[in-house]
């Protein structure tokens, strides 16, 4: 009998699947073709206090084996995304993660508190993005910063609280020891790559911010060792991120220490993407004679 | 619940002007293949290009419906490669399409490679309609739209038929009850510029886009109402609701 559910921070996931924040909306546009319960849980979009129109000028750009984006954040705000998105999401039997972003401190506590008076599963804390001029990254990259921002949104918290983190981070394992150490019940690793791309054409950047988040299939050996170093040096539940196109990618990231995963640039490739992955988890363990994902996780 | 990409079977891949191609597939559908202005997203590939391409439905007869695109990079070239019989995978249809419900005179104008959903609503139409087409030198698809509308207006960049200049030199927006155009985003922003205030003006909008069905917030545009996706909520909007310089 195959068993992928997974416990993390005491809230049970079906399977260790994960929609990633900023790829999958707030459900409604993939409930058009698969039903979205099947998921182990789902990150919703970047929150941040105050609705954001997000960025300018182009915002998605293709590279080789990766997709750059400068979406900048564009989301409803947290009392819009309570009043008007959260009663859907709950409807679903599936975990709902709220990624949570800000400019200040004080923004994210804010935030955090209004969510303590909802039904969310789970807080997701992201000090990693890179598309945003304040805030964001720069929380992200020193351990120091970072172990601040956790420790001031622990103080409030009352949800089981996971730290997205950068790959910009000066060191990752430092990092994701100081935010365990600041009161991250997971951590979720890693965010997209800062990268750049120029038209020549033109002869300027390609985004109006210059550098934007580069993710996909190109990224996934770095994330995977980061995902592997990050998950032999603490010891709460790793979510790794990076790359996963199908369901040989998320065995590797579970044989690299990883509890569980979160699937982004797929859901734009392919609608069903998650389902499809969640469907091949289950062959692959049954046809390996492998009946929890405990027996693989870390063998690496 | 709607279906993902589907494979299809590929019916004709066939060059009509340098670099333009007209593509037939064979779908099978228990629903509408799509309406003017809608599109789906195409791959025949795996993970490379990463991305899907998306295309504007032409035509619909049958099962069969056309597109028409432009080799402009890596994923519309590999296109230009396939041959009838071979697979291609599409999902759609997607979007939001013209409003049909309309009478009096109608002004379709389209610049460039926004002609094919301008083809597809001139035969869907059910009233008079004036087709204003501006290329930059080959002429295509003029013969085969001539049979749904009352007249036909052709510039070229050089010159070679119709009249020499842009489309928009020749529009005259005070003839006509409502007003439909796709092409380049400065185009379409000067025929809402001449229509002002008078008449309805319908802009088709085109956009990088990566998911095709409203996850990505990839395609996002600037409205008088907010964000919204060229995809999901588009491509066609009111033309005075969208900022063009945006």
Redesign the interface.
């Given at each position: 009998m195959i068993d992928t559910k997974v416990k993390i921070a005491g809230v049970e996931f079906k399977n260790p699947v994960i929609a990633a924040s900023?790829?999958?909306?707030f459900g409604r546009?993939?409930l058009?073709?698969?039903p979205i319960s099947k998921l182990g849980g789902l990150s919703t979009?970047g929150l941040t206090l105050r609705e954001r129109?997000?960025n300018?000028g182009?915002?998605?750009?293709?590279t080789?084996?990766?997709?750059m984006?400068s979406?900048g954040l564009?989301n409803p705000g947290i009392d819009a995304f309570i009043v008007e998105e959260l009663p859907f999401l709950n409807s679903q039997d599936t975990v709902i993660i709220a990624n949570v972003s800000g400019n200040t401190i004080e923004e994210y506590v804010i935030s955090v508190e209004k969510l303590n008076q909802t039904e969310i599963d789970m807080i997701e804390l992201n000090i990693s993005c890179p598309n945003v001029k304040e805030g964001g990254i720069s929380f992200g990259t020193k351990a120091e910063i970072a172990s601040n921002v956790v420790t001031q949104v622990r103080k409030v918290c009352q949800k089981p609280l996971i730290v997205k983190l950068s790959p910009s981070a000066e060191n990752i394992v430092e990092m994701a020891e100081s935010c365990v150490e600041a009161g991250a019940d997971a951590l979720s690793l890693v965010n997209t790559f800062p990268a750049l791309a120029i038209d020549i054409s033109k002869k300027k950047a390609i985004f109006d911010n210059i550098t934007a988040g580069l993710s996909?299939?190109c990224i996934k050996p770095i994330a995977l060792r980061m995902v592997y170093e990050v998950s032999k040096a603490v010891d709460v539940p790793v979510i790794g991120i990076g790359g996963i196109?199908d369901y040989r990618d998320v065995i590797e990231y579970i044989m690299a220490g990883a509890w569980a995963v979160q699937v982004g640039?797929a859901?734009?490739?392919?609608?069903?993407a998650c389902a499809e992955i969640i469907e091949g988890i289950e062959e692959y363990l049954q046809k390996e004679g492998i009946s929890t994902l405990e027996e693989i996780r870390g063998i690496i | 619940m709607k279906e993902g990409y589907r494979e299809v079977d590929i019916s004709s891949n066939t060059e009509i002007a340098k670099d333009i191609f007209e593509l037939k597939v064979q779908l099978e559908s228990n629903d509408s293949l799509g309406d003017p202005g809608q599109f789906y997203m195409f791959r025949s590939w795996d993970f490379d290009p990463l991305l899907s391409r998306p295309f504007s439905i032409c035509n619909i007869e049958g099962n069969v419906v056309t597109f028409l695109y432009k080799i402009v990079g890596r994923g519309t070239n590999y296109l230009s490669k396939l041959k009838p019989k071979d697979k291609l995978k599409v999902l759609g249809p997607l979007g939001n399409g013209f409003n049909l419900n309309v009478n009096g005179k109608a002004a379709l104008i389209s610049g460039g490679i926004g002609i094919p959903p301008m083809i597809y609503l001139a035969k869907k139409l059910s009233t008079e309609i004036y087709f204003y087409a501006g290329f930059t030198n080959e002429v295509y698809y003029m013969d085969y739209v001539q049979k749904y509308v009352n007249k036909i207006y052709i510039t070229t960049e050089d010159g070679s038929t119709g009249q020499k200049g842009f489309i928009t030199d020749i529009f005259r927006p005070e003839k006509y009850d409502v007003v439909f155009t796709c092409g380049p985003s400065p185009m379409m922003k000067k025929v809402v510029e001449k229509c002002e205030n008078m008449i309805p003006v319908f802009v088709s909008m085109e956009s990088i886009m990566a998911c095709g069905m409203g996850a990505c917030l990839g395609c996002s545009i600037k409205t008088k109402s907010g964000m919204k996706r060229v995809c999901k909520e588009g491509p066609v909007f009111e033309g005075r609701e969208v900022f063009f310089d945006d």
């Amino acid at each position: 009998m195959i068993d992928t559910k997974v416990k993390i921070a005491g809230v049970e996931f079906k399977n260790p699947v994960i929609a990633a924040s900023g790829t999958f909306g707030f459900g409604r546009e993939f409930l058009e073709y698969f039903p979205i319960s099947k998921l182990g849980g789902l990150s919703t979009k970047g929150l941040t206090l105050r609705e954001r129109e997000g960025n300018k000028g182009v915002r998605i750009h293709e590279t080789i084996g990766g997709i750059m984006n400068s979406i900048g954040l564009q989301n409803p705000g947290i009392d819009a995304f309570i009043v008007e998105e959260l009663p859907f999401l709950n409807s679903q039997d599936t975990v709902i993660i709220a990624n949570v972003s800000g400019n200040t401190i004080e923004e994210y506590v804010i935030s955090v508190e209004k969510l303590n008076q909802t039904e969310i599963d789970m807080i997701e804390l992201n000090i990693s993005c890179p598309n945003v001029k304040e805030g964001g990254i720069s929380f992200g990259t020193k351990a120091e910063i970072a172990s601040n921002v956790v420790t001031q949104v622990r103080k409030v918290c009352q949800k089981p609280l996971i730290v997205k983190l950068s790959p910009s981070a000066e060191n990752i394992v430092e990092m994701a020891e100081s935010c365990v150490e600041a009161g991250a019940d997971a951590l979720s690793l890693v965010n997209t790559f800062p990268a750049l791309a120029i038209d020549i054409s033109k002869k300027k950047a390609i985004f109006d911010n210059i550098t934007a988040g580069l993710s996909g299939p190109c990224i996934k050996p770095i994330a995977l060792r980061m995902v592997y170093e990050v998950s032999k040096a603490v010891d709460v539940p790793v979510i790794g991120i990076g790359g996963i196109m199908d369901y040989r990618d998320v065995i590797e990231y579970i044989m690299a220490g990883a509890w569980a995963v979160q699937v982004g640039t797929a859901n734009f490739i392919n609608p069903n993407a998650c389902a499809e992955i969640i469907e091949g988890i289950e062959e692959y363990l049954q046809k390996e004679g492998i009946s929890t994902l405990e027996e693989i996780r870390g063998i690496i | 619940m709607k279906e993902g990409y589907r494979e299809v079977d590929i019916s004709s891949n066939t060059e009509i002007a340098k670099d333009i191609f007209e593509l037939k597939v064979q779908l099978e559908s228990n629903d509408s293949l799509g309406d003017p202005g809608q599109f789906y997203m195409f791959r025949s590939w795996d993970f490379d290009p990463l991305l899907s391409r998306p295309f504007s439905i032409c035509n619909i007869e049958g099962n069969v419906v056309t597109f028409l695109y432009k080799i402009v990079g890596r994923g519309t070239n590999y296109l230009s490669k396939l041959k009838p019989k071979d697979k291609l995978k599409v999902l759609g249809p997607l979007g939001n399409g013209f409003n049909l419900n309309v009478n009096g005179k109608a002004a379709l104008i389209s610049g460039g490679i926004g002609i094919p959903p301008m083809i597809y609503l001139a035969k869907k139409l059910s009233t008079e309609i004036y087709f204003y087409a501006g290329f930059t030198n080959e002429v295509y698809y003029m013969d085969y739209v001539q049979k749904y509308v009352n007249k036909i207006y052709i510039t070229t960049e050089d010159g070679s038929t119709g009249q020499k200049g842009f489309i928009t030199d020749i529009f005259r927006p005070e003839k006509y009850d409502v007003v439909f155009t796709c092409g380049p985003s400065p185009m379409m922003k000067k025929v809402v510029e001449k229509c002002e205030n008078m008449i309805p003006v319908f802009v088709s909008m085109e956009s990088i886009m990566a998911c095709g069905m409203g996850a990505c917030l990839g395609c996002s545009i600037k409205t008088k109402s907010g964000m919204k996706r060229v995809c999901k909520e588009g491509p066609v909007f009111e033309g005075r609701e969208v900022f063009f310089d945006d």
